[in-house]
């Protein structure tokens, strides 16, 4: 798609018009230490990596909750690790302070400074969609807009104010929590390849 035939913003209106989108990769929930280090081995193998994080809203003044998730997807496979049970473990460190790694988010400013909460972390490797997409004329900074910008389908945000400490995640947050750091990847193939 040439960059003058892009959109440059979307609307409300268009945005809940269109159709939405759904993952159909494998999702892989991480709780235990052994599935941690067998997928932080395989993650810190891959070239490029879709990036997210989610935390349990706070709905009262000054309350702050650590970051409970961290998302992590290749092309086919997202993997959902419970920090609120896991911690920011050695291997999760290396893998954000990892430089041969490009991870690909959307205000990552803002995940690091909620990392940095868990345990201090320097992330390095990383690219910042919002600068990427501000090069390529598009007006948009939230993941859905841009997403419906591009690929022409909408990112529900339903699940985005549920509890991410719960005991366990429901199907519809998980499948909620895979698609947003698939559609970072996505969204940076789709803008580097055309």
């Known amino acids: 798609m040439e960059q003058d035939q892009l959109l440059k913003t979307i609307s409300k209106e268009e945005l809940a018009a269109l159709s939405a989108e759904q993952f159909k990769g494998r999702i892989v929930l991480v709780q235990s230490e052994s599935m941690a280090e067998k997928a932080m081995r395989f993650l810190l193998d891959q070239p490029i990596v879709g990036f997210d994080t989610e935390t349990r809203p706070s ?18 496979t997202c993997f959902l690790i419970r920090l609120n049970q896991l911690g920011l473990f050695p291997l999760m460190k290396e893998f954000l302070e990892s430089e041969s790694v490009k991870k ?10 909620a990392l940095n909460r868990l345990a201090p972390v320097q992330p390095k490797g990383f690219i910042e969609l919002q600068k990427l997409v501000k090069t390529r004329g598009i007006g948009e900074a939230s993941l859905t807009k841009i997403y419906a910008l591009l690929f022409g389908k909408r990112i529900s ?17 998980q499948r909620y929590a895979a698609l947003d750091a698939w559609a970072c990847l996505k969204i940076y193939d789709k803008l580097i390849n055309s």
């Open 59 to 76: 709905f009262k003044k000054g309350q702050v909750h650590k970051v409970a998730l961290i998302q992590l997807s290749t092309p086919d």
């Open 104 to 113: 690909i988010g959307l205000s990552t400013k803002d995940d690091f400074t």
């Open 157 to 173: 945000k339903a699940q985005r104010l549920t509890n991410w400490e719960a005991t366990e995640l429901t199907e519809a947050q």
